[in-house]
């Protein structure tokens, strides 16, 4: 009897509640959504494809055997070079990397590569220093910086090219 009751109270709140649907609404408010998930899905893929964003085994090669041949400061180079390159895309000149203070930290466990980086155009570019640690274990870089040149005012720039 009680499960009568509550049957017939259900389907009286169900057809108050659902007596006033829409379908104009409903498509509305669909459209909303669906719009909503779209964008970010799109804001997702744009960021990965313009942001170098780190992730661990970002730069793992599975054709690689790592047993056989380990990781080592010859990938971590070239791992901070890349980085390098498609930070600065078309403006690097050139780069080469510090073999002296270049090293493995065993306290860490990460290749300390230092480099650097000539960036502009080819007549009128600037050195810049790159710190860039590498984790071997997670295949990807812990730690990037790029230390830029502090450029003067534009008023000392323009004295400096009068030779004054």
Known sequence: ??????????????????????????????????????????????ASLFLDIEHSGKYYDAQRNYKIL???????????????????????????IDNHSTYFDRSTYLYKVFMFARVGELRDSEEVVVHCFVNPSEYMVEHYR?????????????????GG
């Open 70 to 96: 380990p990781f080592d400061l010859l990938d971590a180079t070239s791992i901070c070079e890349q980085k390098t390159q498609k930070r600065y895309g078309d403006k690097m000149i050139s780069s080469y």
């Open 146 to 162: 790029a230390f830029e040149p502090k450029k003067g005012s534009l008023m000392n720039r323009a004295v400096g090219s009068l």
């Open 1 to 46: 009897m009680a499960l009568v009751n509550y049957a017939d109270h259900l389907q009286t709140w169900w057809s108050d509640h659902h007596s006033k649907f829409d379908p104009r609404n409903y498509s509305r408010t669909h459209l909303i959504i669906t719009g909503s998930i779209v964008s970010v899905i799109l804001c997702l893929f744009w």
